[in-house]
Each structure stands twice: as C-alpha cells, then as structure tokens.
C-alpha cells in the first residue's frame, strides 16, 4: 500500500504515540541514534541518520555519487552550511528526488530536497527537520524507531 504525501495539510488528525510494546523487540542500547534505510533513485540507502537537530535534508557526495545520479541535476545553492565544529561545509547543491519510506507492510513516497555536501561520514542521508515534519515524522531513541503518518508506519 503507498500513500503519497505532499504537503502538511493531507495529514489526517491521528495521534503518533510509543507504547511499552514499541520496547518488546529493541535490544539494550547505550544512547544509540535511530538509524533507518530508505528508498529513493529506486535503491535502498542504508544508514540513514534520523537527526530532528537538523535544519535541512542532506546527502553525502559520496551518497550522490554511489547512486549514480548526475551533477547537471543539481541545483545551486548559494546560502552557507556549518558544521558541528563551526567550520563551513563544502554544499554542491541541491537536489530534490521521491523517497519512500517503508515498514515491510505499507509505505509512504514524498519529494526531499537534500542538500548534496562534501564531507566524510558513517552515514550516507541526514533526514533532518524539514522532510519529518513534512512527514508528520515521530523518532523515538528509547524505541529505536520512527513513526509516520498518514498511516501510522513504524521503520524500525
């Protein structure tokens, strides 16, 4: 089952709340971050790094480039991107690409704008504020899992 989600007025009025069953399967874990892989460009990416801290969507150039995606697709983008140390990040573009999220039963496919930037790192996608709000996203570190709507879809 897919459901499309476009803007934040479609999401329906549903409660998004985390159980004592939501724990039942997760593993002992010390403060770990919610990891999730997606769907966009028709391939999984894996080591998705769900950051509510973050102020936009972004794709590693590695990412980019492992997905074979062409560079005359981006878009300029002209404003600066710090990093956590305060020093200024290497931003190629922009560009926006259907994502779909799946939990093994239903799915949901939206538009993200990632912002394409030159960094190293252990992930390949920050999902950031931007793309959960608009998903009407709920993560959850204790659960190690998130929940989005229309339906309520769990990625664990």
């Known amino acids: 089952m897919a459901v ?5 007025d479609q999401i329906p009025n549903v409660d998004l709340a985390f159980t004592k069953v939501d724990l039942w399967e997760v593993v002992p874990h010390d403060n770990d971050p919610v ?26 150039l ?21 990093g956590f140390a305060g020093d200024e ?5 922009h560009i926006e690409l259907r994502t779909t999220f799946m939990d093994g039963v239903s799915s949901c496919t939206t538009n993200i704008r990632y912002l394409v930037f030159n960094a190293p790192s252990a ?34």
Do not use: W
């Open 62 to 82: 590695t990412t980019f480039n492992q997905l074979q995606l062409s560079t005359d697709q981006l878009r300029p983008y002209t404003r600066c991107l710090y």
């Open 4 to 8: 499309e989600v476009q803007q934040v």
């Open 123 to 156: 992930y390949n996608i920050l999902l950031g504020g931007p793309a959960l709000n608009r998903l009407g996203a709920v993560p959850s570190t204790r659960h190690m899992k998130m929940k989005l709507l229309p339906l309520v879809i769990e990625i664990k």
């Open 35 to 60: 990891v999730i892989s997606l769907i966009t460009t028709g391939r999984r990416v894996y080591r998705v790094l769900v950051d509510q801290a973050s102020s936009a969507d972004m794709m590693f």
């Open 89 to 93: 990040v290497e931003v190629r573009g």
